[in-house]
């Protein structure tokens, strides 16, 4: 009696879990679909050979594509020497976005702790007004700041009004441009983790500080910074990971010159019909975006694990 009832209890779980798979058969199908199978062609393209008016050339594998990310060879005399446009490029975008992080969470972390430290009643107005660029298309949102760093744009006309110029300061098309640009859309998805964590804080430890004679900067580098790291390290990547893959900000502030990672993508796709090359720098910028989650979610367990302790 006992084996049988065993068997039975054993047949019910096989039964449940096999349910369970068909159930998830439909979401798993459409995540194969939609999510890894994109993802599988960018990988096999860059892998192929280079079509002669784009495209790819059908199961005519070569890894030029990849070789060329990093090098290349002299048009002239076939000498192997560095992708120094690239190289630029890949620089440029990492420097770009690693500002645009740093000056985020310096702007951030204060209206953060400022709407943290409001009455209930009002966190919630302030949370509003934080979200209202998300109604309007990031295009639209890259053309307003246009119209703030262009010549004739609102930075220049009050520096000349105030006589610390004579003439516009040249801001549009330049790095800078880009940078204004990049925290002007990303803030406030700086904003709204830190805000998550400051919330939970317990400003009594804050109290407890002042009690023991610690000063602002101590409270501050001691208590505050260490029990928000999870909000820190999550606004940063969703600043980070936005701003190196950029396009938008970049073609409409940058100009043709000052182009980032998004940009010379889609410039392989495009004029330079290189359809591998763009495949790779595709796959590129998805192995850095890759490695900053992993730093992400490892910064967040360590943070959770001591916040246990």
């Known amino acids: 009696m006992v084996n049988a009832a065993q068997q039975a209890a054993d047949r019910a779980e096989r039964e449940h879990i096999r349910n369970r798979w068909l159930l998830s058969a439909p979401a798993l199908l459409i995540i194969l679909v939609a999510a890894i199978g994109p993802l599988a062609i960018v990988v096999l393209y860059s892998f192929m050979a280079k079509g002669d008016y784009g495209d790819v ?3 005519q ?3 030029d594509a990849w070789f060329n990310v990093l090098f290349e060879r002299d048009m002239f005399d076939d000498t192997l020497g560095l992708a120094w446009a690239n190289i630029s490029i890949f620089s440029r975008s990492l420097k770009l976005s690693f500002i645009t992080t740093l000056i985020t969470l310096f702007l951030g972390f204060p209206t953060a702790y400022f709407i943290a430290t409001r009455p209930p009643n009002r966190r919630e107005l302030w949370l509003f007004l ?3 660029p998300f109604w309007t298309n990031i295009l639209i949102r890259t053309f307003a700041m246009q119209e703030v760093v262009r010549n004739e744009g609102i930075i220049n006309s009050a520096l000349i009004g105030l006589g610390v110029i004579d003439k516009p300061i040249q801001i549009m098309f330049t790095d800078w441009a880009i940078l204004f640009g990049m925290v002007y859309v990303y803030l406030p998805l700086m904003v709204l983790p830190l805000y998550a964590s400051l919330e939970k804080l317990d400003f009594r430890l804050v109290e407890a500080g002042y009690d023991l004679y610690a000063t602002r900067l101590q409270v501050l580098r001691r208590i505050i910074i260490p029990m928000v790291k999870p909000g820190i390290v999550a606004g940063s990547i969703l600043v980070f990971i936005p701003s190196l893959g950029a396009y938008v900000i970049p073609r409409v502030l940058g100009g043709g010159k000052n182009m980032m990672l998004g940009n ?12 591998p090359l763009g495949s790779a720098l ?3 910028l998805m192995v850095i975006v890759t490695l900053a989650l992993l730093v992400y979610v490892r910064n967040t ?6 916040g246990h302790v």
């Open 57 to 59: 050339k059908y199961w």
């Open 61 to 63: 594998f070569s890894g």
């Open 130 to 132: 934080i979200t209202i």
């Open 264 to 275: 010379l993508i889609e410039l392989q796709f495009g004029q330079g019909r290189n359809w």
């Open 282 to 284: 595709s796959i590129t």
């Open 301 to 306: 367990a360590k943070g959770g694990g001591n």
